[in-house]
T-cell receptor
Framework: AQSVTQLGSHVSVSEGALVLLRCNYSSSVPPYLFWYVQYPNQGLQLLLKYTTGATLVKGINGFEAEFKKSETSFHLTKPSAHMSDAAEYFC???????????FGPGTSLSVIP | NAGVTQTPKFQVLKTGQSMTLQCAQDMNHNSMYWYRQDPGMGLRLIYY???????DKGEVPNGYNVSRLNKREFSLRLESAAPSQTSVYFC??????????????FGPGTRLLVL
């Protein structure tokens, strides 16, 4: 069965510092991988996704993530945090032959001025 | 485009009452989903519909029923609400084929409190 783990339910960074949010997955086949962001009192929106091809994926708002098959990881990074990045971030995985997406528990990102 | 819309935004129910959460999408997507979001648990899939006329159980279907009324609309019904169903409910949709087939688009959510 697929599963997604996100290390750290809450991460705090200073404005301008590196953002690193960790995601590991278990899947029997190479999966589709996603990062979604949820701002307060809103639904989720897609930040970036990996399906096939280049393992370094760039998304919106300066975020990127790298698919590492050997480590079963898909960590999210941003070189310089901005106050507007404060939100909840969800990693998700989907097997290619099914419609269902499995979400991780989420990481709440705080940005300190 | 409105994307995915949900009604109502907020609802308070008493234990045992019933209600239906409505969801509609205007993106001509085949697949639609209902999730619940609880603190520290991420999103858990309640039911999904891979195409018009089909529905399947997700991870936490007990206490819920769904109807895929047509390609646009997917409703979630609580027949007899329980306090354990207090949560935020999200509807989502995804297309098949093309660049966005794997991306899910989410509605703004319905906050439900069961007393």
């Amino acid at each position: 069965a697929q599963s997604v783990t996100q290390l750290g339910s809450h991460v705090s960074v200073s404005e301008g510092a590196l953002v690193l949010l960790r995601c590991n997955y278990s899947s029997s086949v190479p999966p589709y991988l996603f990062w979604y962001v949820q701002y307060p009192n809103q639904g989720l929106q897609l930040l970036l996704k990996y399906t096939t091809g280049a393992t370094l994926v760039k998304g919106i708002n300066g975020f990127e993530a790298e698919f590492k098959k050997s480590e079963t990881s898909f960590h999210l990074t941003k070189p310089s945090a901005h106050m507007s990045d404060a939100a909840e971030y969800f990693c998700a995985v989907r097997q290619t032959s099914y419609d269902k997406v499995i979400f991780g528990p989420g990481t709440s990102l705080s940005v300190i001025p | 485009n409105a994307g995915v819309t949900q009604t109502p935004k907020f609802q308070v129910l008493k234990t045992g009452q019933s209600m239906t959460l409505q969801c509609a999408q205007d993106m001509n997507h085949n697949s639609m989903y209902w999730y619940r979001q609880d603190p520290g648990m991420g999103l858990r899939l309640i039911y999904y519909s891979a195409s018009e006329g089909t529905t399947d159980k997700g991870e936490v279907p007990n206490g819920y029923n769904v109807s895929r009324l047509n390609k646009r609309e997917f409703s979630l019904r609580l027949e007899s609400a329980a306090p354990s169903q207090t949560s935020v409910y999200f509807c989502a949709s995804s297309g098949t084929g093309g660049a966005h087939q794997e991306t899910q688009y989410f509605g703004p959510g319905t906050r439900l409190l069961v007393l």
